[in-house]
């Protein structure tokens, strides 16, 4: 089996070993094990389940809440020849059964499901006629209230348990703590689980926070003293578009990214940030999925992320090479007010929220007793300006009613063309008289995509337009009569949002907010906020207190960050030394003896700051040591 998971990686992928803990994985799924990786972002978790799901016969299911993330992933496996399909919002529903289609009589060994598709008559039916080798639930995090991204719609995957016994399930996650890893393998039902932990520690990553109000300064000075590749994260779209143009005032070759451009926008940016013709990258967190760009040399927070969690995913993506690389946040202080704001603007009060509730009914015509398993395009700026209500408390609220069941707000996502021929190849030599232009759209279409006679392929108009040199509108007039004369299905592009309710409307006064989905939630997000306070105000080792946020004890300080760095040239003063040794004789009363690096490590301060009070405690006399120990004189 060994030999044969090596031959698929080599054979679609072209490497000739895994990364630490890819095989583990892929060797407890093929023994049919319940398993639950933990692994740091750049860790490579597609290919755990790709590899081995390629081994079995059969399909494997693909739980992701990220759309793009996984049309992404699906394009990728076709480039490789290897056959995969999604089921997505915003597809119709002759493309959905196409996918299925394709899954049931075997064709396909990837099938892509968002969560909020998983209880859908259509996919229930077709998921009897399946056969499932392996369930995967990537982002597994999601299933846990106690996670930083609880979504009620991963709680359905309890009931794809129940009625696929006998397939292993695989949840995935970059960041989670002990109890949410205990939570999630509850959730999904899991039998004897395997836990398999990568440690979280990025020895090569030097985190580092600046202080001061002159952010943009900050950053200028920060680029031009550290070379190479760079991501800069903020928190709204406009403030990208800002800071890029100030960095290329400053002669920083700089483009921006986030979730409100086309696609063609999104892939030429990635693409031109990814050859190094542009050095910096200026994004949302929309930016940072599916990235494979190994030589990130710094990744800077100009704005504070609201948890560890994401602060750790984001700061993550520098440096997977294993080169030495930063990970800056710029902290100010009017920073902790903001984000303490933040709490207030993500929980807005249960009466606003029921009103939204029933606002967004009457606006997509929801009447009170219908609409259950119904889903319609919702265009949140019109609704806004509609009811002037502002932009982020009333996402806020559908978040919230998305917890508590009562709807599913299924944010914008971008859905590009998708074109499937109906006509047969042998019919195309008997087609109707069409003109030219159209004709040598046709062809060209056909030159340039595969699959087209079996599936819906993702088509880019801006392609056709460059080959055959004609304007979109032309292109776009052409598919449109191929698709009236049913040469061919043709859906253009749409980019919305989408609301789902899974039950039918009842009175907003019948709306439940549980506590676990508002108070509970709430006090949560408070600890993570303080703890992102704490990481950016502390003066201890900062890689430290990102493990232990995650359950993991550090060995010793990293010694990089630049807390560790600032120590190495701080004196001791007098106060912190009477500190370290009280913490470090009353570790020797509970132990009698320690070795060194064990002492070290334990006592939470510079490990070269702890060495001198543990020289100056033995020149004194009241701790004695052999070199590699040490003990209290009796």
Not at 18 to 42: C, H, K, N, Y
Not at 464 to 474: F, G, I, M, S, Y
Not at 509 to 531: C, T
């Amino acid at each position: 089996m060994r030999q044969a998971i090596h031959d698929i990686l080599h054979r679609y992928w072209g490497y000739d070993s895994f990364r630490p803990m890819q095989e583990d994985i892929i060797l407890s799924v093929l023994a049919g094990r319940d398993t639950l990786g933990l692994m740091a972002t750049g860790g490579g978790k597609s290919l755990t389940f790709q590899v081995p799901a390629l081994a079995m016969d059969g399909v494997c299911i693909v739980i992701t809440p990220l759309i793009a993330l996984m049309k992404d992933q699906v394009d990728n496996l076709r480039k490789r020849g290897i056959k995969a399909a999604v089921i997505a919002s915003g597809m119709t529903r002759r493309e959905r059964n196409v996918a299925f289609e394709n899954c049931v009589n075997g064709a396909y060994k990837f099938l892509y499901v968002s969560p909020e598709r998983l209880s859908t008559e259509m996919f229930q039916n077709r998921l009897r006629e399946m056969n499932v080798s392996l369930l995967v639930v990537d982002e597994a995090h999601c299933i846990s209230q106690w996670g930083y991204d609880f979504r009620p719609s991963y709680l359905r995957i309890a009931t794809l348990r129940e009625q696929l016994p006998d397939v292993p399930v695989l949840a995935l996650t970059a960041s989670a703590t002990r109890a949410v890893a205990d939570d999630i393998c509850n959730k999904l039902q899991m039998r004897n689980p395997n836990r398999l932990r990568l440690t979280f520690a990025r020895p090569n990553i030097s985190y580092v926070v600046r202080e001061g109000e002159n952010k943009i300064q900050q950053l200028v000075h920060i680029l031009e003293r550290v070379p190479g590749s760079a991501i800069v994260y903020v928190r709204n779209r406009k403030r990208t578009k800002e800071i890029a143009t100030e960095l290329l005032q400053c002669g920083i070759p700089t483009t921006y990214y986030h979730a409100g451009l086309s696609p063609e926008d999104k892939s030429d940016r990635q693409q031109r940030w990814t050859s190094g013709e542009m050095r910096v990258m200026v994004a949302t967190n929309a930016f940072g999925m599916g990235i494979d760009k190994p030589d990130v040399r710094i990744v800077v927070h100009v704005d504070m992320p609201n948890s560890p969690e994401e602060y750790y995913q984001e700061a993550g993506r520098a440096g997977r090479d294993g080169e030495r690389s930063y990970a800056v946040l710029l902290y100010g202080k009017s920073d902790r007010s903001t984000l303490r704001k933040r709490i207030t603007e993500s929980f807005p009060d249960k009466e606003f929220i029921r009103t939204i509730y029933d606002r967004v009914c009457n606006f997509l015509g929801f009447a009170v007793g219908e609409g259950a398993e119904q889903m319609r395009e919702f265009s949140l700026n019109q609704f806004c300006q509609t009811f002037h209500t502002q932009t982020t408390q009333t996402v806020s609220a559908l978040e919230i009613l998305t917890q508590a069941g009562a709807l599913e707000f299924i944010e914008e996502t971008d859905a590009l063309s998708r074109v499937m021929m109906e006509m047969r190849r042998d019919e195309l030599y008997n087609l109707p008289d069409i003109d030219d232009t159209t004709d040598r759209v046709l062809q060209c279409l056909l030159r340039s995509y595969t699959g087209l006679f079996a599936d819906y392929v993702m088509i880019h108009e801006e392609l056709l337009q460059n080959r055959l040199n004609l304007d979109a509108q032309t292109v776009y007039e052409a598919l449109l009569k191929l698709s009236r004369l049913r040469v061919l299905h043709y859906i253009p592009r749409k980019r919305t949002p989408f609301i789902y309710l899974p039950v039918r409307r009842v009175e907003s006064k019948y709306i439940v907010i549980p506590h676990s989905v508002y108070e509970d939630r709430k006090e949560r997000m408070k600890e993570r906020i303080e703890y992102m306070i704490a990481y950016a105000t502390a003066d201890s080792c900062r890689a430290s207190i990102l493990l232990r946020y995650f359950d993991e004890e550090p060995a010793s300080d990293c010694n990089t960050c630049d807390v560790c760095r600032a120590a190495r040239t701080r004196p001791l003063d007098k106060e912190r030394a009477e500190a370290i040794s009280c913490e470090l004789l009353r570790l020797l009363n509970k132990h009698n003896t320690l070795t060194i690096a064990h002492a070290v490590s334990s006592i939470r301060y510079p490990h070269t700051q702890v060495v001198e009070v543990i020289r100056r405690l033995i020149d004194e006399g009241h701790i004695r040591s052999n070199g590699v120990e040490i003990s209290i004189y009796e």
